[in-house]
Antibody
Framework: QVQLQQWGAGLLRPSETLSLTCAVY????????WSWIRQPPGKGLEWIGE???????NYNPSLMSRVTISVDTSKNQFSLKLNSLTAADTAVYYC????????WGQGTLVTVSS | DVQMTQSPSTLSASVGDRVVITCRAS??????LAWYQQKPGRAPKLLIY???YLESGVPSRFSGSGSGTEFTLTISSLQPDDFATYHCQQYNTYSYTFGQGTKLEI
């Protein structure tokens, strides 16, 4: 059974950096892309980016200048950093497995407010 | 980016109804389309992948069809547990974009 467990700070101020980590339990870590997806309150889903075990990444062009996704294969974990936060970055952030996401983390509400 | 347009945005229906949700892509995505169900406060759940393949454990009243730019999700006979929001997603071309969602309500 594959499980994704994510954590990170939930309340940040404008201009700060969001940092979230997702740990993967069960299944193969090296056979899949690992994704971050977000959902602003009451709105639709937005794909942020993905990483594979080698460290190769793909990012949403609209966020590319502010996003870094990294991987720690020794711990079966991957992480998201998003800098220069504004209120528009307030959202539930999800980690997920694959390009079509079969498994999801529980979600983390990140609120950006002064 | 490939734009994904879902219709309708909101759908009112009753238990036992057959409902169809449509997703249109701004360019061909072949069959690289997924459908998700999301309930309030929960992560989305994968229902259909590659346009028409039913995810394991998903009831057979759900089905998907289409290719290229036009896709549909059909629920053959609505059950109380099906009232939720449904999202389509293309995973053919970066960045992998979602539709705006369809809220299915009583």
């Amino acid at each position: 059974q594959v499980q994704l467990q994510q954590w990170g700070a939930g309340l940040l101020r404008p201009s700060e950096t969001l940092s979230l980590t997702c740990a993967v339990y069960g299944g193969s870590f090296s056979d899949f892309y690992w994704s971050w997806i977000r959902q602003p309150p009451g709105k639709g889903l937005e794909w942020i980016g993905e990483i594979i075990h080698s460290g190769s990444t793909n990012y949403n062009p609209s966020l590319m200048s502010r996003v870094t996704i990294s991987v720690d294969t020794s711990k079966n974990q991957f992480s998201l950093k998003l800098n220069s936060l504004t209120a528009a970055d307030t959202a539930v952030y999800y980690c997920a497995r694959g390009r079509m996401a079969r498994y999801w983390g529980q979600g983390t509400l990140v609120t950006v407010s002064s | 980016d490939v734009q994904m347009t879902q219709s309708p945005s909101t759908l009112s229906a009753s238990v036992g109804d057959r409902v169809v949700i449509t997703c249109r892509a701004s360019q061909s995505i072949n069959s690289w389309l997924a459908w998700y169900q999301q309930k309030p406060g929960r992560a989305p759940k994968l229902l259909i992948y590659q346009a028409s393949y039913l995810e394991s454990g998903v009831p057979s009243r759900f089905s998907g069809s289409g290719s290229g730019t036009e896709f549909t999700l059909t629920i053959s006979s609505l059950q109380p547990d099906d009232f939720a929001t449904y999202h389509c997603q293309q995973y053919n071309t970066y960045s992998y974009t979602f539709g705006q969602g369809t809220k299915l309500e009583i």
